[in-house]
């Protein structure tokens, strides 16, 4: 178990990581989420020791480890580049962690082999281990790059945009074999990436960061469910966000006018999900207990199976509305067509003028 307290460090008066604060726990798959810039690396490299902290604690299973030199801590770290070494073998790559490592490095060569040939086989490369690692794929050479570090045996795993250089369909498979990977070792894995979708599949929990600090740690669906800021509401990609303002009973959007629930304090945000709104059909009237606005069809987008109409919002923003084709067919609009949004009044997430979420109690009233 790792704890952080109070980390911090800032490159020439500019915070990088400000006041973070974190328990990793054994055996958990941690996705960290963050813009380009928010500090993702700079943190990795505070908890690997490659960065020293201007503040704060870092702790290892009771033991301060803050100022312990990086190749005493204990945890690996893949990092964005993968630093292989082009003219050597795949089973040299990944057995020079063993045999060169400061602390207990391994002579007993049939060890060794052993380890390497059991790691190669874990991340699928069993029948590559002669091949030289200037001849592989981005994909194969980002495996060597795992077995490398895992076969040192951290108890902690950083990994740094690790499917950040592969092609689609390639992430999609390696992000299946990383968590296949994680539980059969039960090495604890902190996974960095840029991509909201990687980090709520594979995050048994969730980080999600911002210009250094930590918004929102949590299982990944709480954090989908119910972002804890209009920020994370952003990075996770999944709602409408409305900027507008509320008087005692309704949130006013331009024209529109979204039912609240009772006693709810100014507001200066309300969102929606994509797929928690629905388009009415010509001539429907609207569900009882729901909002709606008037919006102008931009586009449609097939992905799979599921679709996203686009419209263009009265100031000038998009809103997005995902259906699954699974329960209808798709539609067909015409561009700039006037069509009607609705979702359910309590689909509706709200978010005060400083852009934190208001919570609502599932009975209706902003919960105490
Ligand atoms: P991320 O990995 O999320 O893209 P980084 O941790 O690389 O972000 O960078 C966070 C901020 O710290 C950036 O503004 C970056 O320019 C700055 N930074 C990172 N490393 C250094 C460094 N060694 N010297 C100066 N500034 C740095
Ligand atoms: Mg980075």
Redesign the pocket.
């Known amino acids: 178990m790792m704890e952080v307290q109070g980390l911090s460090k800032a ?2 008066g ?1 915070a ?2 400000d006041d973070f604060n974190l328990t990793i726990r054994e055996d958990e798959y941690l996705t960290l989420l ?10 990795l ?1 505070l908890l690997a020791g490659l ?1 020293m902290p201007d503040a704060g604690s870092i702790r290892l299973n009771g033991q301060d480890i803050t100022s312990v030199p990086t190749h005493m801590r204990h945890l690996g770290f893949v990092q964005q580049k993968y630093a292989l070494f082009p003219h050597m073998s795949v089973s040299d790559n990944v057995a020079f962690g063993l045999r060169f490592r400061e602390v207990d490095p391994i002579a007993d060569e049939a060890v060794v082999s052993r380890r390497v040939k059991d790691m190669l086989a874990l991340v699928g490369l069993s029948d590559l281990g002669a091949r030289m690692v200037g001849q592989l794929s981005g994909g194969q050479k980002q495996r060597v790059s795992l077995a490398r570090t895992l076969v040192t045996e951290p108890k902690i795993c950083l990994l ?2 690790p499917l950040g250089a592969l092609d689609a369909n390639l992430r999609e498979r390696m992000t299946v074999e990383l968590k296949k990977i994680r539980e059969a070792l039960g090495v604890t894995f902190m996974h ?1 990436t ?1 991509n909201e979708a990687e980090a709520i599949a594979m995050g048994d929990r969730m980080i999600v ?1 911002d210009r ?1 600090r930590l918004l929102q740690v949590d299982h990944p669906d709480v954090i989908f469910r119910t972002p804890a800021s209009i920020s994370v509401a952003r990075y996770i990609n999944a709602y409408n966000i409305l900027e507008g303002g509320s008087d005692a009973s309704h949130f006013r959007f331009g024209e529109a006018a979204f039912p609240l629930p009772p006693s709810v304090p100014d507001l200066g945000y309300y969102a929606v999900r994509f797929d928690a709104a629905r388009v009415l059909a010509e001539g429907e009237a609207a569900p009882e207990n729901s909002a709606c606005m008037s919006a102008r069809f931009i586009a449609s987008e097939f992905m799979g199976s599921q679709v996203t109409y686009i419209f263009r919002l009265h100031n000038g923003g998009t809103f997005e509305v995902v259906r699954h084709l699974s329960r209808e067919d798709p539609v067909v609009y015409e561009r700039d067509q006037q069509c009607t949004i609705c979702w359910g009044a309590s689909d509706g997430l709200l978010f005060d003028k400083e852009g934190n979420l208001v919570p609502v109690a599932s009975g209706g009233g902003v919960a105490q």
């Open positions: 490159f020439s500019v990088a990581i963050g813009p380009s810039g928010s500090g993702k690396s700079t943190l490299r960065e740094d945009e960095v840029g960061l250094g």
